[in-house]
């Protein structure tokens, strides 16, 4: 049996530690989101799932976390029933709490396995760059905010979006990644926003010939569509037979949300709606028309309530093209080049492009960036010069997600550290080329870097105590552009290396 690295399983055991001591921290609506998708599954027949309407929270995730959520619920039963029934909304007893808390954490030993077969499989020259980035995203501060305070099963799903990965840096594995992608995609449907990469890359290395694209390895066709086939007509099947897809689609892909999530994810349209906002205070001397009705939609940023009151407003087809332009100009490169380095830069791209412009994106979905681009992240110095203003606008972008007062140093001091540790021990170990210049980025993002500190304690400190209750929506304003500013300079970077490599 294969061993764990040391480093690694001492690293998780006592990151495992310290999750435990963070079960009576603050949770969100998400904790009961999840206890009420683990009654529905729990009590309800599956004809059912994707009508109950009991709670608002209703069951939006694809059939195989439905299943999930199922299999969770079994062992449930055990510490307390009353958790699974239907009608008991925002319960959380203490064994309540306990179950989902330790669930999460749990299921969350799937990344470590990732992880270390990610170790194991990197090429001997690389141990050491492969196992500080395997380090940094078992530690990582998204996830700690995420998924053991906030609440979700973010390690979890990302141990098997990591797992799929790692699988196809072999032709031998390729397959299986392609397989295990497509069942990610039926646990979670946010990873669409990657399967674009997975398509150009199994149908480029794997369905077809390395001399030409007329050399079609149809076994290879056959068995990759079968495989296909197979998961996800054991996750939709069932539901196409019963005439429910509208239904579920419906619940998929709820498109009636707004633009921008109720905390606008640090994006163009973060930037976007700032930008509105100040125009409505220039627009006057502008001559430029202002909306009235508009006043108070992106200012608080409500769900289903984005339009704005000088600039046009965006539709959901308007993000769908950008989002497929900036994704084509990636997957076109990785036709060109079916290598694994380049299908890593052009999942990351593909993730950002989805995450900048896409539509009602949510903050959290920021580590779907941050966990790609930490493997190429020590690549070479460039790469670190383009990853460092990602790792700070990425991560405490999400501070807002925690806004008690008891985790404020949790948050905090955790990330700080965190950035201390791993971008210097990064700065070390990322290679230089012979003759290599500093990268443009690298004093923007220095100075990005700087400024983000008294911003963090303006929003987090300064701004409460200063207007008591008045202006809320300021901080969160402030934060959200100011890290789309650090997210969208270090696409920019990415862009530029991955095109010009």
């Known amino acids: 049996m294969e061993k764990f690295h040391p480093s690694l399983r001492e690293c998780a055991i006592v990151s495992t530690a310290f999750k435990l001591l963070l079960i009576p921290t603050y949770k969100s609506t998400d904790f009961e989101v999840h206890r009420n998708w683990l009654a529905i599954t729990h009590s309800l027949p599956v004809k059912e799932w994707y009508f109950e309407k009991t709670s608002e929270w209703t069951l939006d995730y694809p059939p195989f976390f439905a299943a999930f959520e199922w299999c969770l619920s079994q062992v449930a039963k055990y510490f307390d029933p009353a958790m699974l029934e239907v009608q008991n909304l925002n319960y959380a007893s203490t064994q309540t709490v306990y179950f989902q808390r330790l669930s999460v954490i749990f299921t969350e030993l799937l990344l470590v396995f990732a992880l270390q077969k990610y170790i194991t499989t990197a090429p001997e020259a690389s141990k050491r760059t492969a196992h500080a980035a395997a380090l940094s995203i078992l530690l990582s501060p998204g996830l700690l905010i995420i998924d053991h305070i906030h609440f979700q099963y973010n390690g979890f799903l990302y141990g098997i979006l990591l797992l799929s990965l790692v699988l196809a840096r072999s032709p031998s594995t390729r397959l299986l990644s392609g397989l295990l992608f497509a069942a990610l995609l039926c646990l979670k449907h946010i990873y669409l926003y990657l399967a674009p990469a997975y398509f150009v890359f199994l149908l480029r290395a794997y369905c077809l010939g390395p001399r030409s694209v007329l050399d079609i390895r149809f076994a290879n066709c056959v068995k990759l569509g079968l495989g296909l086939l197979a998961v996800f007509g054991a996750a939709f099947g069932p539901f196409v037979y019963w005439g429910q897809m509208p239904q579920l689609a419906a619940r998929l892909f709820p ?180 003759g290599q210049r500093r990268f443009l980025l690298d004093r923007p993002a220095t100075l990005f870097i700087v400024v983000s500190v008294p911003l963090v304690v303006y929003t987090s400190v300064l701004h409460p105590l200063v207007w008591r209750g008045r202006w809320e929506f300021v901080p969160q304003m402030f934060m959200s552009s100011y890290a789309a500013v650090g997210v969208v300079g270090s696409w920019v970077g990415f862009s530029w290396l991955y095109f010009t490599a």
Request: some cysteine.
């Open 255 to 434: 498109f009636s949300r707004g633009l921008c999530h109720a905390y606008w994810a640090p994006n163009v349209w973060a930037m976007y709606s700032f930008t509105d906002r100040v125009l409505i205070y220039v627009a006057p001397r502008l001559g430029l028309t202002v909306d009235p009705s508009a006043l108070t939609s992106v200012t608080r940023g409500l769900v289903g309530d984005t339009s704005f009151a000088v600039l046009p407003n965006v539709t959901p087809r308007t993000t769908f093209l950008l989002t497929l332009l900036f994704q084509l100009l990636a997957l076109l490169k990785l036709w060109l080049r079916p290598t694994f380095d380049t299908f890593l830069g052009a999942v990351t791209l593909c993730a950002y492009a989805s995450f900048l412009f896409g539509w009602h994106v949510h903050e959290k979905a920021v580590l779907l960036i941050i966990l790609p681009f930490s493997l190429l992240a020590l690549k070479d110095r460039r790469y670190l010069g383009a990853f460092r203003p990602l790792a700070v606008a990425g991560h405490v972008s999400l501070f807002p997600l925690l806004f008690t007062a008891p985790e404020f140093p949790i948050k905090t001091v955790y990330t700080v550290l965190w950035l201390l540790v791993f971008l210097s021990a990064f700065d070390r170990l990322a290679p230089v080329s012979v």
